[in-house]
């Protein structure tokens, strides 16, 4: 998958992620990983989801979050739900 460009969902993800982390530096890109934050742990990884849906309206299947290797591939996904 190639990342989406749409800048209005970059900035929604940067959001939800520095609220769940707690931290107004965070920025996220397409190739971003749970191993770049230190504080994106699994129980951390649970809540980014369950935001992230809530965000956007959408729902991810098990399948489809284990699939995802990145957070440009999940604002992938989440664009391919919207539309």
Do not use: Y
Not at 1 to 14: E, G, K, R, Y
Not at 26 to 35: E, F, L, Q, R
Request: charged share 25%.
């Amino acid at each position: 998958m190639t990342p989406a460009l749409n800048p209005d969902v970059w900035n929604q993800i940067n959001e939800v992620f520095r609220d769940v982390l707690g931290d107004e530096s965070i920025s996220v890109g397409s190739t971003t990983t749970a191993k770049d934050i230190p504080e994106w742990d699994s129980i951390t990884h649970v809540l980014l989801i369950s935001e992230i849906e809530k965000k956007f309206s959408v729902r991810f299947t098990a399948g489809e979050i284990q699939a995802l290797q990145n957070v440009g591939e999940m604002v992938v996904l989440i664009e391919q739900k919207r539309s």
